[in-house]
C-alpha cells in the first residue's frame, strides 16, 4: 500500500485527529510533545479510512464555457459570452480572462445580496452591525470585525442558501458575543435551532474555498 504523506501541526489540543484538507493534504492536529513515532502509529492505525477519503478527493472545477450552469445562492445561472454582468438568469463573461473576471463580478454580486441578506436577518433578530464587506478570503467564509463590520469570502456564493444562512447569523451572534463561549453558541441556536446541521453542511463544501 502506498506511503501516505501528511503535514502535523502541534497544539495544546490533547488528543489526535485526521482531517484531509482543501487541497487533498493530510493534517494531523496533535498535542504539543507527540513523538514522530505516535504520530506514524496512529496514521498506520487509519490508513485504510485515510485511502479511501483521499481517492474519494475530488477538487471542484468550474465549467465557465458558454451555455455552462452556474449556481450562485441556490439559483441557476446560464453562462454567456459578453460584458462581465449578470442579467436575468444569464452570466456574461469576456471571450478571455474569464476566471479574473468572474472573481470581479462575484464581488459585486455578492455584496449586493449579502448587504440585502444580512440586514434582512439582523431586524428579524434585532442585531445593529457596522457594514457588509467582501473579501477574497480561502480560510474564512465569514468573520466578524470588532468595530462591527462583518467579512464575507465572494465564495459564499456558491454555498446552498441554508448554509449562507448559518454564516450571516454566526458572524451577526459575534456583534454581541465576540468569542466561541456556551452563550456564544446559545445565541446562535436560539436564531437558529439546527445550527449543528447546517454547520456540518458547511463542512462537506469545504472544497469550494479552491474555487477561483
Do not use: Q
Not at 490508513?47 to 458558454?66: G, H
Amino acid at each position: 500500500m502506498k506511503a501516505i504523506e501528511y503535514k502535523i501541526r502541534r497544539s495544546r489540543r490533547k488528543t489526535l485527529s485526521l482531517a484531509i484538507e482543501r487541497d487533498g493534504s493530510v493534517l494531523v492536529r496533535v498535542p504539543f510533545g507527540t513523538s514522530d513515532s505516535t504520530v506514524e502509529d496512529f496514521i498506520h492505525r487509519h490508513r485504510v479510512w485515510l485511502n479511501r477519503k483521499l481517492e474519494e478527493y475530488r477538487p471542484p472545477i468550474l465549467d465557465l464555457s458558454d451555455g455552462a450552469e452556474l449556481i450562485l445562492f441556490g439559483a441557476p445561472y446560464t453562462i454567456g459570452t459578453g460584458r462581465t454582468s449578470i442579467v436575468g438568469d444569464r452570466v456574461y463573461l469576456p471571450e478571455e480572462g474569464r476566471e479574473a473576471a468572474l472573481v470581479r463580478l462575484m464581488k459585486r454580486f455578492v455584496r449586493e445580496v449579502m448587504d440585502v441578506f444580512t440586514a434582512r436577518l439582523a431586524r428579524r433578530y434585532d442585531f445593529t452591525y457596522a457594514g457588509v464587506r467582501i473579501s477574497s478570503a480561502r480560510t474564512r467564509w465569514g468573520s466578524c470585525s470588532r468595530d462591527g463590520f462583518i467579512h464575507y469570502t465572494f465564495r459564499i456564493a456558491f454555498l446552498p442558501t441554508a448554509v449562507v444562512e448559518y454564516i450571516a447569523i454566526h458572524e451577526l451572534c459575534h456583534t454581541v458575543r465576540f468569542d466561541h463561549s456556551a452563550a456564544f453558541w446559545r445565541e446562535v441556536e436560539s436564531c437558529l435551532p439546527d445550527w449543528r446541521a447546517r454547520r456540518n453542511a458547511l463542512k462537506e463544501h469545504s472544497g469550494l474555498m479552491n474555487l477561483l
